[in-house]
């Protein structure tokens, strides 16, 4: 099955710089790729996706890039706020088998 | 909207005892999906439905866990005997279709299991 490998597992950074989280996957026919956001107590919330078709996607200050000869995706979130403090997931699916890294805590420092 | 429904928000039990966790998907969505979420690891898909029927249950611990979706609406997902290791947040989602990668999912708030 699937394997979806999420690095690095905590991230620390100063208001307002980028922050960066990557992703790999192990099935070349998985086609698309959501990003979660999940706060302290709260289900995972749906912040950006990306198919297999597309390269890019932006939305604002995220943006998500994959690579699928090299089966990576990434997330970027720029002018990172302290709000933007989660945990964040990187998810792989094939029709709907969705499976999901172990998590970036992310923390924002203002 | 409504979103996806799931009760209760907790439990707590003993183990070796039983537990049964219930899921309202969102109107018309024929998908439904059970994760296991322990703490500070990423949601763990246990089974999917689509309608009535079982699409994967691969990861489905089968010697304790069970779960229904009869009516193609509601589901429930039971433990019986639970053990410690049990004791995680247990998500529902639903999407419109198998093809998630169109419509994507949506959560329900999850009931968190402590097993003592």
């Known amino acids: 099955g699937e394997n979806v490998e999420q690095h690095p597992s905590t991230l620390s950074v100063q208001e307002g710089d980028s922050a960066v989280i990557k992703c790999t996957y192990s099935d070349s026919a998985s086609n698309y790729f959501p990003w979660y956001k999940q706060e302290l107590g709260k289900r995972p919330q749906l912040i950006i996706d990306?198919?297999?078709?597309?390269g890019e996607k932006k939305d604002q200050r995220i943006a998500v890039t994959l690579n699928k000869t090299a089966k990576h995706f990434s997330l970027h979130i720029t002018e990172t706020q302290p709000e933007d403090s989660a945990v964040y997931f990187c998810?792989?699916?094939?029709?709907?088998?969705?499976?999901f890294g172990a998590g970036t805590r992310l923390t924002v420092k203002p | 909207e409504a979103g996806v429904a799931q009760s209760p928000r907790y439990k707590i039990i003993e183990k070796r005892q039983s537990v049964a966790f219930w899921c309202n998907p969102i109107s018309g969505h024929a998908t439904l999906y059970w994760y296991q979420q322990i703490l500070g690891q990423g949601p763990k898909l246990l089974i999917q439905f689509q309608n009535n029927g079982v699409v994967d249950d691969s990861q489905l611990p089968k010697d304790r866990f069970s779960a229904e979706r009869l009516k193609g609406v509601d589901s429930t997902l039971k433990i019986q005997p639970a053990k410690l290791e049990d004791s995680a947040v247990y998500l529902c989602a639903s999407s419109l279709d198998l093809r998630a990668s169109r419509y994507g999912y949506t959560f329900g708030s999850g009931t968190r299991l402590t097993v003592v």
């Open positions: 990306i198919r297999s078709n597309v």
């Open positions: 998810a792989a699916s094939i029709f709907g088998d969705m499976r």
